[in-house]
Structure formats: C-alpha cells, structure tokens
Nanobody, 120 residues
C-alpha cells in the first residue's frame, strides 16, 4: 500500500524558513520522480517542485524559484522541500506524491499533508 507522510509544517513569520519532509512507503522509491504540491485556502492544488528518481534534475514553479529547493534521499525513502524567504502567499497545505517523470500526473491518493502558515 502506497503511503506518504508529510511533516515539518508550522507557523512561520514572513521571511522565515521551513524544511518539509515526506516519508514514502509501499513502492520502489528510487524508481519514481517525486513532487511537492500545495493547496492554499480557496485555491486548487498546484505543483510546486519535482525531482527525478535519481535526483539529477529538478523543476520549480515560477512562484518559488530562488526560494525553494527540492531534494531526496533514496536510502531513507524521503523527499524534502527547503523553503526560504517565505511569503504569506506560500500559506497552504503541502503534499507529496510520485510520478513516472517530472510534471507527470500524480499516481496515488494524497496523504494528510502538512500545513504551512506564513503570518506575522
């Protein structure tokens, strides 16, 4: 059974940083691209960042370029999202999921997500 457990969210002031983690299980982690998505209040879920199965290529949404970094540790079956210079518009529930390639449709049901609130 495929499972994603996201963690690391919280309340942070504008300009602050957070590091999100997503622990995956139930599939061959090193064989899939991994993506981070987010859903802000009243908004649709959007793709934020992706990383290839071997970590060799990454992509980021224009809204987070220069501020967010995605990485992965295949032995730990975990993907990370380092978020710096946070803005109020980054407030959202953040989710991870897998894909057959970067920007591919997510393959599985969503986990519980982790809430990031950027506010002073």
């Amino acid at each position: 059974q495929v499972q994603f457990v996201e963690s690391g969210g919280g309340l942070v002031q504008p300009g602050g940083s957070l590091r999100l983690s997503c622990a995956a299980s139930g599939f061959s982690f090193s064989s899939y691209a991994m993506m981070w998505y987010r859903q802000g209040p009243g908004k649709e879920r959007e793709l934020v960042a992706g990383i290839t199965s071997d970590g060799g290529s990454r992509n980021l949404a224009d809204s987070v370029k220069g501020r967010f970094t995605i990485s992965r540790h295949n032995a730990k079956r975990t993907v990370y999202l380092q978020m710096n210079s946070l803005k109020s518009e980054d407030t959202a529930v953040y989710y991870c999921n897998r894909g057959v390639r970067l920007k591919a449709d997510p393959l599985d049901a969503w986990g519980q997500g982790t809430l990031v609130t950027v506010s002073s």
